[in-house]
């Protein structure tokens, strides 16, 4: 997630200091991503070395709002106008465990994909439930927890069509180790692999 | 109090070697007041349980009791005046009778039942006014009405007089997302009234709805959602 481009949407709306965007950004997102205002602080004097914003002076209770410059604006425009690349999106834990599911001896795959099914059902059910709590609720927040919703219901029909893909193949046998090629010693840091977060 | 109760429920279709075992030895339980959506491939059960629910099948093996009565104890008679009084059903294609209007559609069960026009009138109007249709809305035919609209009219039919048990088939199917949502919303919203609501749906998002979720598999039943929490300890696991 960019807290940067975040931060320079929020001021967007007026100059702000740290703590009204946080507080604005997770009004916009329902808290679903606590942001600390550690990171907000050390985000600014990032934009501000880099001329995106600029700090404007203490006002009365000795607080220093930052606002957006035109070369902020101008980044901002782009982040808007280009797509997220699915480089940026974090691996798939689940994804990653069916594979080796369906490879490793011994392990129910069926079992595992009810498992997982029930459990972001679940998850679904929630959402829907807050959902359902807020009749008027915020714009971006709605979003936000429909988005979520709809993660859920995707990963809900992978495994359905998983399921039944897994059931009328035969599962194949785990490809023994020593049929493999010795591996280049660059490939064992395996850097993306190890990478906890895409920036 | 328990609206719906399947026992032990089997339903086998043809019998010897091409016996099929549409739902095998089958528990639920729906009380008043709760929405349940059952969920599962083609061929898993589904509707073959939803039928059963309904009345409009009888089980091989095992008994369906519809508010503490059981279904087989009553002759065809008794089985239609049930299903009139006590079970709704909501339908993928709405099934409206288009030369009747929407009030004359969602009054029809209780003129059916014998009552009396202006009577059913009146309460066709209040149930419409339920699922957000004005008095002028419930004076068009189904073809003047949006799917949306038409669906609305069917759960205000399904639900006419004290009927406490709605079955729905794929409510939502023809419908776009945003307008299926308002249908689950109203479905939800008549569940926390009182009623007791089994939806069959294929949709995830739809079952989001309900307060359990059986999942059925080959006739069985694999696994159920349990009830929900509180809501407010959700977020904490959600980030990303």
């Known amino acids: ?199 | 109090m328990t609206v719906l109760h399947l026992k032990g429920v089997s339903r086998v279709h043809g019998s010897g070697e091409n016996a099929v075992n549409a739902l095998i030895d089958t528990d639920l339980q729906i009380a008043a007041g709760e929405f349940v959506a059952i969920m599962g491939p083609s061929g898993s059960g589904k509707s073959t349980l939803l039928n059963l629910a309904g009345g409009l099948d009888a089980p091989t093996s095992g008994e369906v009791l519809v508010e503490g009565i059981v279904l087989a104890s009553l002759n065809k008679k008794k089985l239609a005046a049930m299903r009139r009084r006590s079970v709704g059903y909501v339908f993928q294609d709405y099934n409206l009778v288009p030369s009747l209007t929407a009030a004359e559609n969602a009054a029809l069960p209780l003129e059916l039942d014998g009552t009396g026009t202006g009577k059913a009138r009146k309460l066709a109007l209040a149930a419409l006014e339920e699922v957000g249709l004005d008095a002028k809305q419930a004076d068009r035919f189904p073809d003047e009405l949006s799917g949306g609209q038409a669906q609305r009219v069917a759960i205000a039919r399904a639900l006419i007089g004290d009927r406490r048990l709605v079955l729905a088939d794929e409510p939502t199917g023809a419908l776009d997302s945003t307008t299926g949502e308002e249908v689950l919303k109203l479905l939800r919203r008549r569940c926390d009234a009182g009623a007791a609501g089994l939806l069959v749906t294929h949709d995830a998002r739809h079952a989001g709805w309900a307060d359990r979720v059986v999942f059925l598999r080959d006739g069985r039943v694999v696994d159920t959602s349990a009830p929900l929490p509180d809501a407010e300890t959700l977020l904490e696991g959600a980030e990303s």
């Open chain 1, 1 to 199: 997630m960019s807290v940067k481009h975040s931060l320079l949407a929020l001021l967007e709306r007026g100059p702000a200091y740290g703590y009204q965007l946080r507080a604005a950004f997770e009004s916009a997102t329902g808290n679903t991503w606590p942001l600390n205002i550690g990171q907000v602080y050390t985000t600014l004097n990032r934009l501000e070395r880099d001329q995106l914003v600029e700090a404007l002076p203490e006002n009365d209770s000795g607080q220093r709002p930052y606002r957006i410059t035109d070369a902020g604006r101008h980044h901002l425009a782009g982040w808007f106008a280009s797509p997220v690349q699915a480089a940026d999106r974090p691996r798939d834990e689940l994804t990653i465990k069916l594979a080796l599911a369906v490879t490793t001896p011994g392990v129910d795959v069926a079992d595992v994909i009810q498992r997982q099914r029930t459990a972001t059902l679940r998850l679904l059910q929630e959402f829907t439930r807050l959902k359902a709590a807020e009749d008027h609720a915020e714009l971006a927040w709605r979003l936000v927890l429909e988005s979520m919703i709809f993660r859920a219901e995707a990963e809900i029909r992978w495994l359905d069509h998983t399921e039944a893909v897994v059931a009328r193949s035969e599962l194949p046998a785990p490809s023994p180790f020593a049929a493999e090629p010795d591996p280049d010693p660059a490939d064992l840091a395996s850097p993306d692999l190890d990478q906890t977060e895409a920036r």
